[in-house]
């Protein structure tokens, strides 16, 4: 097994099974509006993105199906629009299963933990708190709330290295998106591709791996047996 000194998880879709909530209604939604996109398209484009990224790029989009650029109040529309699609289906929210036993795998080969995610850092707090998980992390959930840029820039890996004390180099990322990759390999950190979301369509590994992934683990079953020493 590598040595790593740290073990920095992304939340949503790799934690917290929530990337596949409500996808269907919002692909609903899109369609409505014009958009052609799948569930498999959205997560394709979107997933890992902080709200900011997102909203400029479904925008762009948009004013693709429109064709002009559309006004304030409409681009505001649609965006909260899909995120209201998304979270009326919240209550069906659950834990990637094993998550919280890779979280204690990790604190086990005695290394720190993280949570480093683009979700808003209220969501995120609820989320780590609801599924049981706020004890193991203790004060180090970060959102990329309290960085400049989100994923794929590296900020947010970065500052969860600089709170626990670690250099990026020791730090093992593990990762649900390609953006979210991108960001841990720009931060100087090795990154696990992670498919055991329900989010994960066919040919998300691959991606993950094309964009430089060490390896792709499709469940916390999988990534245990990295972390067990």
């Not at 939340?11 to 909530?21: I, M």
């Not at 290295?161 to 180099?169: F, M, N, Q, S, W």
């Not at 960001?183 to 100087?188: M, P």
């Amino acid at each position: 097994m590598a040595s790593w000194d740290a073990v920095l998880f992304d939340c949503d879709g790799v934690l917290v099974d929530s990337e596949v909530v409500g996808l269907e209604e919002s692909a609903r939604f899109l369609r409505d509006r014009g958009f052609s996109f799948s569930a498999e398209e959205i997560i394709r484009r979107y997933t890992g993105k902080r709200d900011d990224r997102f909203r400029e790029e479904l925008v762009q989009d948009y004013a693709d199906v429109l064709g002009r650029a559309p006004d304030e109040e409409e681009s505001e529309a649609l965006f909260e629009g899909m995120i209201a699609a998304r979270r009326a289906a919240k209550h069906t929210m659950q834990a990637v299963p094993g998550a919280a036993q890779s979280v204690r795998a990790a604190i086990a080969a005695d290394c720190r933990v993280a949570v480093a995610s683009s979700s808003k850092q209220a969501f995120l707090d609820s989320k780590v708190e609801r599924f049981g998980l706020k004890p193991l992390f203790g004060e180090h959930v970060y959102s990329a709330d309290i960085v400049s840029q989100g994923k794929p820039a590296p900020d947010i890996f970065l500052y969860a290295a600089d709170r626990l004390g670690t250099d990026p180099a020791s730090c093992l990322v593990i990762e649900d998106s390609v953006y979210g990759v991108e960001a841990a390999l720009a931060a100087g950190m090795q990154a696990f591709g992670f498919t055991g979301g329900g989010h994960c369509f066919g040919g998300h590994g691959d991606r993950l791996l094309a964009v430089g992934a060490a390896k792709v683990l499709p469940s916390h079953a999988a990534l245990q047996q990295e972390l067990t020493p």
